[in-house]
């Protein structure tokens, strides 16, 4: 037994959004493309201390995923 995704992943100008992506952008600090392409929700909760050592952990990662 399994399911079935249908749909497309959403874009922004024609790149995808992805959790790679979001990652990538954190790492180089770039909130602006985040607020563009992240849930207001989502984006406020990165700017809030609660969000800091997530952000930190990724900052200091060097894998991709």
Not at 2 to 25: P, Q, T, W
Not at 26 to 44: C, N, Q, V
Request: charged residues 30%.
């Amino acid at each position: 037994m399994g399911f079935e995704v249908i749909g497309r992943r959403k874009d922004l100008e024609g790149l995808a959004i992805s959790a790679s992506r979001v990652r990538s952008l954190l790492k180089a600090g770039d909130l602006g493309s985040l607020r563009e392409i992240l849930p207001e929700t989502t984006f406020d909760f990165l700017e809030s201390d609660a969000a800091r050592p997530i952000i930190e952990k990724i900052k200091g990662s060097d894998s991709l995923h």
